[in-house]
DNA sequence: GCCTAGGTCCCGTCT
DNA sequence: AGACGGGGCCTAGGC
């Protein structure tokens, strides 16, 4: 099923590349190539042996020796593919991202194949399952916590939970399911501000953050603010 | 240089893949596979045909029909090959990651090859290049804006450009070298509140934020806070 | 070592 | 369409 050529012209590998994206396939090149984006950032690789993907959805990665990121990429397309001097791929990324262009001067392994089943994944672990978690046994948040609405609106935007405390006291609860940092704190404070000014002017309103754990300065921005932090865990993870 | 199998038997893809790897070279598999990752979150893969970069850095990508992002990958390593049932590539990715496992029922092409000189890049545009662009002309910020430091540091973290007004006011300028979002105004405040707490009491305070644009939303916050909005870009971008 | 900030962030989701 | 927030974000730099 997948088609393969070893060290092409720039010409067939051109119509090879051209005639597989047509059918929908995915291309990989394997070969020395330069690459340049334009737009608002400049970046320019140097020579160098790369593999490319060319994916049936028009996104184009670059990939070289190391790291998780490609070294340069472009989507939103469409790919054009040229011959004139060794073979070219670009793509045009639209205005924030730029127009990548990449000039192989030798392509060593040129393959097509059908990505066919390469999509369905399931995931969990993520802040929907801590939510689900936490409504599902609000004492994780702590003792006496009662949701009464999810994703409740305010004018610095919507509350994760909003409920009250054992006290009955209104309390806005913001969840992380990774540690979370300074950013965490601030949108917790201005959700807790929103809701003061929101109710009548005398209302006590807590504001708790929910996540498996806090950054030190974190921590003390809660404290500074009168917030507090309640440590809980998406479900599933190994720390409980 | 590069070797290619075709249609190899797990045993013969194993074999190959570790060799290439003890080599120092990159490994490229295009198979059908199913992966998982267990860890703090989980995530399955179903069978479908992908691409697997197993990188000389001991970084495993792994590509599927769409989007930029790898639809599984893990680094931190060591990589382990296994041919028991299919070949069989596997990674921890750490604590904070997880474990990653690739198996393939079928490997069309394996590929192995030395990826030199895939690393050299030059990049423009970035945040430090608008920050030149202002410190080489301050006026941008606003006229008679006078810069006194960069990375100026305050309990709230470091300022990226400390100064003073036309007036002598003291200036918090933030720098963002594309368009701002409430972070970013949140950021400044912070910045400005501890300028406010570490001066003297009754020191008057301003904070900028330069920006090629701003979303409406944080528009709005930085006139709550008395923040000023000041539209410069980076140098040699399209918008100027 | 942890933590913070930047990114062509990407990507889903909602307005 | 733009906009906002999450992410196994990744990656570089600072302490």
Redesign the pocket.
Known sequence: MPRTLTDPTADRAAAFATDAAADGLTVSLIGSCV?T?T???Q?DLAAGVRTLLWKPDD?VV?HGA??????????GGPVTVDAADGLTVACD??????A?RVRFDAVHTATAFDAAGADATT?S????A?KDRVLDTPDLVEPGFQPLATERDTP???I?IYGRDADGTVTAV??????A????AS?LQRYVAALRRTLHADATVRGILVAP?V????RRLLADRGLTFSPVSPPGSRDR
């Open positions: 690459a984006l737009g608002r950032s970046r996104t670059v190391s790291g998780r990121d490609p070294d340069a990429w472009a989507s990324g639209g205005h924030t991202a730029g990548l995931v672990g993520t802040e929907a801590l610095a935007g919507p994760d913001e969840l992380k399911n990774v540690r940092g300074p950013a965490a949108q754990a950054t030190a300065k974190t």
